[in-house]
């Protein structure tokens, strides 16, 4: 018998550098076919790292709704937007078929950084004589900066937009916490549901790691800074990485009680079996352990009834880092030992907020389709990573299970368990 507060993944959107909707994405997941490209939204030749995750070719025209939102969108608000609009269409979500009172939204969010367009003009005013002069700045922002230019550069805007278009009126909620943000907005939609807040939930995430603001403030020291083929740089687990790379992306889930699904005839791709966060002192310490990983591992594995040889496949954080990846890897064995593990971030990149969501819609389109797709640009294994990566093609024949992870260097860590059957009591 199926329990009443089980839930669904309905319907998945997703906007990234290897493909726009779930079947293109999924083409490039199963081919290999790397995103990470010459950025070109900016001039980027002052930059010693020139290449990253950009996604070609996206036009928010054909999804943003009313049109004259766009002037207070950030982009990260674009792309978040267009993949709910994606995951409401793929999930057949119709007019009235959701409460709006029963209808949240859950986004995960970066610092969305100021375009410079935005400010140049008050900026040059502010200036004399070659310095910069604070007296004339107040002045110079009141006549030169749009009133409504905050708006672009709220985290929470993206969420705001989404449920104001989709007159969704039930729980609305931004996580602001790097890397782990947009899985941990899955968790917590999850969760609402579970408590009877909500029925359906638009569960995503949204990041621009590429604004050229973000760029110069994060600065490049743990980038890769391979002089190769760009496409080639992205390596996680690999002996030869040498840092992680950047990127853009969104991508919403649309999660609902399975009782809900089943009333109105919605296809069911998935349910969430479990998910658990845990975190670690990585700051008092001086750097993160993989303490709070192997904890949240734990966790969801013993919430949803599953051992290591039931887990199909690891989606791993994989970041392509020297350090995080011997450090996640590490936790992956202790706790799952010789489980497979596969890396979507050696294709696009780090898209931060972002990152969860889109590498959650990886492991859906995984468990329905029944392969689990290779992790790119692992040639050489690496004795201080002894993990079980998929490389070199897809990998068959697995348990329609999956397990997605993701940890930051400041202790977060978030894992949630998926599978294609139902759970039974």
């Known amino acids: ?33 790397s995103g990470i490209r010459p950025m070109n939204l900016f001039d980027a030749s002052a930059l010693s790292v020139r290449f990253g995750g950009q996604i070609p070719e996206f036009d928010p025209k054909l999804y943003v709704r009313p049109r004259k939102s766009l002037k207070v969108m950030s982009r990260e608000s674009q792309i978040g937007f267009a993949a709910a609009d994606l995951a409401i269409r ?14 949240g939204v859950v986004f995960g969010a970066d610092m969305i950084y100021a375009g410079l367009e935005d400010l140049e003009r008050a900026y040059r005013r502010a200036r004399a004589d070659g310095r910069f002069e604070y007296e004339r700045w107040a002045a110079a922002i009141h006549e030169e900066v749009h009133p409504l230019w905050l708006l672009k550069h709220l985290p929470n805007m993206t969420a705001s937009h989404v449920a104001i278009a989709n007159d969704a009126r039930g729980p609305n909620n931004t996580i602001v916490l790097g890397d782990v943000s947009g899985l941990l907005a899955v968790a917590e939609a999850a969760s609402l549901i579970r408590r009877g807040w909500a029925d359906v939930m638009l569960a995503g995430g949204t990041g621009c790691r590429l604004h ?14 391979r002089g190769d083929d760009c496409r080639l740089v992205c390596r996680p687990f690999d002996r030869d990485r040498d ?5 853009e992306g969104a991508a919403v889930v649309v999660l609902e009680s399975r009782r809900h699904a089943e ?25 993160v352990t993989g303490a709070a990983l192997r904890h949240a591992i734990r966790a969801t594995c013993g919430a949803a009834g599953l051992a290591a040889a039931d887990i199909g496949h690891v989606k791993a954080h994989g970041l392509s880092s020297i350090e995080m990846d011997r450090i996640e890897a590490q936790a992956i064995r202790d706790e799952l030992g010789d489980a497979p593990v596969t890396a979507p971030k050696s294709l696009f990149g780090n898209l931060g907020a972002a990152g969860g969501v889109v590498e959650l819609a990886a492991a859906v389109l995984a468990v329905e389709h029944g392969v689990v797709p290779p992790t790119l640009n692992y040639d050489t ?12 093609g897809p990998l068959a024949g697995r348990p329609a299970t999956a397990l997605a992870v993701n940890f930051c260097s400041t202790g977060q860590a978030v894992a949630v368990a998926i599978a294609t059957e139902p759970r039974v009591h």
């Open 243 to 247: 840092g992680f790379v950047n990127g």
């Open 381 to 392: 294994p690496d004795p201080a990573c002894p993990v079980n990566v998929v490389h070199g």
């Open 263 to 287: 009333a109105r005839g919605a296809r069911v791709r998935c349910s969430i079996r479990a998910a658990a966060s845990r975190c670690e002192p990585a700051l008092r310490q001086g750097r």
């Open 1 to 33: 018998m199926q329990h009443d507060t089980d839930i669904v993944i309905s319907g998945l959107g997703v906007v990234s550098p290897i493909g726009i909707g779930g079947e293109a994405f999924w083409h490039s997941l199963l081919a290999g076919d």
């Open 90 to 103: 793929d999930a057949g979500l119709g007019d009235g078929m959701v409460a709006p009172e029963r209808f």
């Open 212 to 225: 050229p603001t973000a760029l110069v403030a994060h600065g490049d020291a743990q980038l890769s800074h």
